[in-house]
């Protein structure tokens, strides 16, 4: 359940190390599987330029308004999960990440991340994410919020150069 503690906040640029720090852990710890030829390697090669990386979040965070958005969260002071979601015109608001800290995950964090999301954006009417196949964590979790997988929705998400992960759309409203 849910840790009254924890602080959901807009993010701002003092984020972006710990923001870079969940998404590669996060990542380290999800997206590694044989059965679809994702090697650890591959994730932490993906992360090797952190200066590249810094950039982005960086340039993310900048451009906060009402169509993009990101928020973190905290506990103690230290940043333990993370979302972000753009307003796409005709589309309606792409969940871009929740990020939660392995060892904060299944404590309402998440849940918390995705309220602020659909409070924040709350006169549109359709969400939708891109989600990997094999995360059924991920699926499980973001169908008790009401998103459902759009069958035929198969893409893929590139890790570097060759290297995806298999992916699929799901979509609230």
Known sequence: MFNPSIKIR????????????????TWLDTYPNEEFGVR???????????EKSFQK??????????D??????ESGGKIVGFSTAVRENNKGVLVKA??????????GIGGELLREILKFYKNSKKFWL???????????????FGFQ?????EGKCEIIGDKFIPTIKMKRG
Do not use: M
């Not at 979040?57 to 009402?66: A, G, L, Q």
């Not at 993009?68 to 969260?73: D, E, K, L, Q, T």
């Not at 891109?130 to 008790?144: L, M, R, T």
């Open 130 to 144: 891109e989600v990997a196949v094999y995360n059924k964590k991920a699926i499980g979790f973001y169908e008790k």
């Open 98 to 107: 929740i990020y939660v800290r392995p060892e904060y995950q299944g404590r």
């Open 68 to 73: 993009n958005c990101g928020w973190v969260a």
């Open 40 to 50: 650890y390697g591959d994730i932490v090669a993906k992360f090797s330029d952190s």
């Open 10 to 25: 807009p993010a701002n640029l003092a984020d972006v190390q710990p923001i870079f720090d969940i998404t590669r852990t």
């Open 149 to 153: 997988i759009i069958s035929g929705s």
């Open 57 to 66: 979040i960086s340039k993310r965070i900048e451009s906060h308004d009402n």
